[in-house]
């Protein structure tokens, strides 16, 4: 698993309905990364449809991830 070797912060973003990669598969993935990470899962979702299902929720998070990391 490559998450395994990175040592950068990870937002995972998974909608629960990807038919392409399972939502059943997030919570290994994010186990494995040994870093900061933090993690959204959309309901109703499916492959990087995330942003457009929620998309206030969706760059919330993901505009509080990265202020959170910015140097």
């Known amino acids: 698993c490559q998450v395994k070797k990175s040592n950068t912060p990870t937002l ?6 990807d038919d ?3 939502v059943t598969m997030e919570p290994e993935i994010y186990k494995a990364i040994p870093g900061e990470k933090d993690q959204l899962i959309i309901k ?3 492959h990087t449809k995330s942003r457009y299902r929620e998309p206030e929720t969706y760059y919330k998070k993901v505009y509080e991830f990265i202020d959170k990391y910015q140097k």
């Open 44 to 46: 109703g979702a499916g």
């Open 12 to 17: 995972l973003i998974h909608g629960d309905a």
């Open 20 to 22: 392409f990669v399972p």
